[in-house]
C-alpha cells in the first residue's frame, strides 16, 4: 500500500503502512494519542483484531481487503462526532462507484452493499476529553476488494461480498484508498450542516423496510425515513412516529431481503 500518495489529492499528510496489525484504529488511537495529526492514515494488509461495531469482531484476512483508518482532529461536538460515520458512507460509496462503475447501497447505519451483499463496514470512535467534548475520532474502514470465495468462512459467504465477486473488476487496492480519502476531505466541511444526508437517504437500502425496536422490547416498525441526525424515523401500526438512534434497533436480513425484491 505504498503507492497511496500519489493518488491523494492532498498528500501532504502520514501514512503509516503494516503488513499486519492487530486493529488500525487502535493503533490509529496510540499514536493520536501521542500527537499525530488531523488526516494521519494507517492502513493494514491484514488485521489480527479488527473490531466492528457493537463489539463485534472484525474478519481481516491477507490480500483482499482494505484496512485502513484516518485521524480526525477537528472542533466539533460529541453530537457532530456520532455523524462521521454516515459521512464516511457517503464518502466510501461514492469512491468505490466512480472507480468500479457500480450501484453502491448504505445499510443503516454502517454497512456498504452490493447487490444485497454486504462488502464494507465503518467504526468511528471518538476520545472524549474532560470538558465532554471529542479529544479526537478515528475512522475506521474495511472494505473488500478482491475476490473472498476462496477465503472467506462459507457462513459469512452468505451475506459477504466483495467488488471484484459482483463486478468482475479487479481495482488498485491503494487507488481506492486515496479515492475515498478525497471523498472525506471533500465532504468533512458538510459535517456541520449535514447536508451529505440527502446522499445517505438516495444511497439507503433499509427505507420501506422493517426493523425491531429493541428499547420496545422488539416491537417491529416500519422505517419511513433517516433523519438530518441519523437517526431512523419509524412508524407503528398505529401510525404513531419516533425518531429511533443507533442501537436502538435491528433490520432483519429478511425484511431487507422483501425490500430488495
Not at 461495531?53 to 484516518?70: A, C, D, E, K, Q
Not at 459467504?157 to 465477486?165: N, P
Request: net charge neutral.
Amino acid at each position: 500500500m505504498e503507492d497511496i500518495k500519489k493518488y491523494l489529492e492532498n498528500a501532504d499528510r502520514e501514512i503509516f503502512t503494516f503488513d499486519v496489525i492487530d486493529s488500525t484504529n487502535s493503533y490509529a488511537k496510540n499514536i493520536a494519542l501521542n500527537g499525530a495529526a488531523h488526516g494521519t492514515i494507517v492502513t493494514a494488509d491484514s488485521q489480527t483484531s479488527g473490531r466492528g461495531r457493537l463489539g463485534r469482531n472484525f474478519f481481516s484476512p491477507h490480500g483482499t481487503s482494505i484496512y485502513m483508518t484516518v485521524i480526525l482532529r477537528m472542533n466539533m461536538t460529541l453530537e457532530k462526532a456520532g455523524m462521521i460515520t454516515p459521512l464516511a458512507a457517503v464518502a466510501a460509496s461514492r469512491a468505490v462507484d466512480k472507480l468500479s462503475g457500480t450501484d453502491t447501497r448504505i445499510k443503516w447505519v454502517n454497512d456498504l452493499y452490493l447487490n444485497k451483499k454486504k462488502f464494507c463496514g465503518i467504526l468511528a470512535e471518538s476520545i472524549i476529553a474532560e470538558n465532554g467534548m471529542p479529544k479526537f475520532s478515528v475512522l475506521g474502514i474495511g472494505l473488500n476488494v478482491r475476490s473472498v470465495k476462496n477465503i472467506f468462512p462459507k457462513e459469512l459467504l452468505e451475506t459477504a461480498t466483495s467488488i471484484e465477486d459482483e463486478t468482475g473488476k479487479i481495482i488498485s487496492r491503494e487507488k481506492l484508498t486515496a479515492e475515498i480519502i478525497n471523498e472525506l476531505d471533500r465532504l468533512l466541511p458538510e459535517l456541520e450542516n449535514c447536508s451529505f444526508m440527502e446522499e445517505y437517504r438516495k444511497r439507503s437500502c433499509v427505507i420501506g423496510c422493517y426493523a425491531q425496536i429493541t428499547k420496545h422490547g422488539g416491537k417491529m416498525a416500519k422505517i419511513c425515513g433517516i433523519s438530518d441526525s441519523g437517526a431512523l424515523i419509524v412508524e407503528y401500526d398505529d401510525k404513531t412516529t419516533e425518531k429511533i438512534d443507533t442501537g436502538e434497533a435491528v433490520i432483519s436480513k429478511e425484511s431487507l431481503r422483501a425490500a430488495w425484491k
